[in-house]
C-alpha cells in the first residue's frame, strides 16, 4: 500500500495539460497527456495501473518530449517510468472493474456517482450539460435560473495563480442565467429526454414568493429531479437577494417553504459562508420544508489592486466590485462549515451537497469523510475542463475498494468525531520532533531560517549544509516540515514528555 503521493505536481510544473496533448499524438505505447493529468489531480496510483508493463519508456528516444509544447522542458519519459519504478510495486490493489462502488442516491434518487457540476456558467446550456453528462458526471446544477434581465460585466474574472500559473484563487462578479426562464425550461425538456439516468439539479432564485414557488413548480414539471434554492450568490445588484437571504434565517424558512408549495421533489437551500455560522440558516431552511444544504457558495472579496489605478481585479471601466472568491484556497473554510453541518444533530438525515476548492478526488473525499452525499465543483473544470471526472471516478473508486469499503456511504461522515470546533480538546503533554531526511536535503537552510525567524531557534546546519536538531528548544510546531522545499522533511515517531 502507498501510504502518501510519491510524484508531485511540482515535478511536472511546466506541463501545460494540454487539449489534444501533442505529446500522446507522438507516443507509439500509451497516452502520456492522459497519465500526466492523473499524476497532477492526484490519482498517480490509477495512472500507474494503467501503464503498460514492462515499461516502454526504457530505450524510447522519448518523440513526446521533443513534441511537447515546451520541448523538453517536461521530464515526460523520466514521470512515466517513476509511475512504473516507484508507485506500481507498491500497489496490492487492482484498478476496479467498473465504478459501481461510487453509486449513491441524492435525497433516495440514485446517482451513478456523487460529482455535480455546480450552478454556474460551466452548466449553463444544453451543449454544456450534455457534454459534461457525455464525460461521465452524474448530475448538473444549472445555473440559476430567475426572471430578472441579466447583463453581465465585462472582464468578471480574476485569479491569484500560483508559480505556474494555475489558479488558486478565484474572483467572479457574474450573476445568474441570462437566458429567460422559457428557454431554460426548453433545456431541461431535452436534457431530460437525452439522458434520462443523469440529474438535473434546478438552482433558482425568486423576488417574491409567489416567484419562488412558481419557478419551483416550473422546474418539476420541465424535468428537474431536485431544486436548489439560490440564497448565497454575493453578486446581486439588488439588495434583499442572494446572500442577504442567507445571512437571515427567517428569510430562509419563508422562501424554503414558498418553494415547498411549488413542488414535491427534493428541495436544497444553497447557503452562504459570509456568516459566522451556517446552522441556524440551514436549521431554518429544514423548517421551510428542505431536505437538504449546499454549501458553500463564494466568499466576499477583494483581489488585485492596482498599484496605478488603484482598481481592484477585474476593472470594468475604471470601476469594480465586491465580488465571490471560489478555488482551492477556499477549501479550508468550506471543510469548516460542512463538518459544522455535519456534526448538527438538528440537521441529521439531511442530504448535504458539498463544494469549495475541490480539484481532485482527496479534495472531494475530505467533504465525503465530514458528512458530504454528493460533490458540486466549478472552478476546476473552468480551468481544466469537464475531463477532470476521469480522474475524480478513479481516484475516488480506488481508494474506496482499496480500503475496503462497500459503497461510498461507508466512508460518508467518518472524520466527524475527530474535529471539534475549539482547541481545547488537544492533547498538550508530548512533542513530536522533526525528521530529516539527509539523502533528499538539498541544504537550502529554509528550515533554519524559518525556525529562527518564525519558531524556537531549534535548527542549525552542520558543515555540511545538514540540519542539525536542538531537541532542548524544540517544541515539535512542523513549521520545518511546511516550508521545507524538498520534502526532506517528515513527521518523527518520537515523542518526549513535557517537563
Request: hydrophobic share 40%.
Amino acid at each position: 500500500m502507498l501510504s502518501e503521493k510519491v510524484i508531485r505536481r511540482s515535478d511536472m510544473i511546466r506541463c501545460a495539460l494540454c487539449d489534444h496533448a501533442p505529446c500522446s499524438a507522438a507516443c507509439r505505447h500509451c497516452d502520456p497527456a492522459a497519465l500526466l493529468r492523473s499524476i497532477w489531480f492526484d490519482d498517480e496510483r490509477a495512472a500507474a495501473l494503467r501503464f503498460p508493463g514492462g515499461n516502454p519508456c526504457i530505450g524510447c528516444d522519448a518523440p513526446c518530449e521533443a513534441a511537447c509544447v515546451r520541448p523538453h522542458e517536461v521530464p515526460i519519459r523520466d514521470l512515466l517510468t517513476r509511475l512504473h519504478d516507484e508507485v506500481r510495486p507498491y500497489l496490492d490493489e487492482p484498478l476496479p472493474k467498473d465504478e459501481s462502488i461510487l453509486r449513491t442516491d441524492f435525497c433516495g434518487i440514485p446517482l451513478e456517482n456523487p460529482f455535480f457540476l455546480s450552478s454556474s456558467v460551466v452548466a449553463s446550456t444544453y451543449d454544456m450539460c450534455a457534454r459534461a453528462f457525455e464525460a461521465g458526471w452524474a448530475g448538473v446544477c444549472f445555473k440559476t435560473i430567475c426572471s430578472f434581465d441579466i447583463h453581465e460585466a465585462s472582464p468578471r474574472f480574476s485569479a491569484i495563480t500560483g508559480d505556474n500559473g494555475s489558479i488558486v484563487g478565484f474572483k467572479n462578479v457574474e450573476q445568474l442565467s441570462d437566458h429567460s426562464v422559457a428557454e431554460n425550461m426548453e433545456i431541461f425538456r431535452a436534457l431530460k429526454k437525452n439522458y434520462p439516468t443523469k440529474f438535473i439539479l434546478a438552482s433558482i432564485m425568486g423576488q417574491n414568493d409567489a416567484e419562488w414557488e412558481e419557478l419551483a413548480r416550473l422546474c418539476e414539471e420541465n424535468g428537474a429531479d431536485a431544486i436548489e434554492l439560490n440564497f448565497s450568490c454575493p453578486n446581486m445588484m439588488d439588495e434583499g437577494l442572494g446572500s442577504d437571504i442567507g445571512q437571515v434565517p427567517e428569510l430562509v424558512e419563508r422562501f424554503t417553504a414558498a418553494a415547498r408549495r411549488g413542488t414535491k421533489i427534493p428541495i436544497l437551500a444553497k447557503l452562504t459562508p459570509n456568516v459566522a455560522v451556517m446552522s441556524p440558516a440551514a436549521e431554518a431552511a429544514k423548517r421551510g420544508g428542505a431536505d437538504g444544504v449546499a454549501a458553500i457558495n463564494t466568499i466576499k472579496s477583494i483581489i488585485g489592486v492596482n498599484p496605478h489605478t488603484y482598481v481592484s481585479a477585474p476593472a470594468v471601466h475604471g470601476k469594480s466590485a465586491v465580488g465571490g472568491y471560489s478555488g482551492n484556497a477556499v477549501k479550508p473554510i468550506a471543510l469548516r462549515f460542512i463538518a459544522e453541518l455535519g456534526q448538527n444533530p438538528n440537521l441529521s438525515g439531511m442530504h448535504v451537497s458539498a463544494m469549495g476548492g475541490i480539484e481532485t478526488w482527496l479534495d472531494a473525499l475530505e467533504f465525503i469523510l465530514l458528512g458530504a452525499g454528493s460533490i458540486q465543483i466549478t472552478t476546476a473544470v473552468m480551468q481544466y475542463g469537464y475531463r477532470i471526472i476521469d480522474d475524480l471516478k478513479a481516484g475516488l473508486a480506488y481508494y474506496l475498494t482499496e480500503k475496503g469499503f462497500k459503497n461510498l456511504r461507508e466512508a460518508q461522515g467518518l472524520a466527524l468525531d475527530a474535529v471539534s470546533d475549539t482547541t481545547d480538546v488537544l492533547e498538550r503533554d508530548t512533542v513530536i520532533f522533526p525528521k530529516f531526511h539527509r539523502e533528499k536535503c538539498l541544504g537550502c537552510g529554509r528550515c533554519v531560517i524559518s525556525c529562527a525567524d518564525g519558531g524556537h531557534q531549534a535548527i542549525r546546519l552542520d558543515e555540511n549544509r545538514r540540519p542539525v536538531l536542538n531537541g532542548k528548544k524544540c517544541v515539535g510546531c512542523h513549521l520545518c516540515l511546511l516550508v521545507c522545499p524538498n520534502h526532506a522533511i517528515s513527521s518523527s515517531r518520537k515523542r518526549i514528555k513535557r517537563s
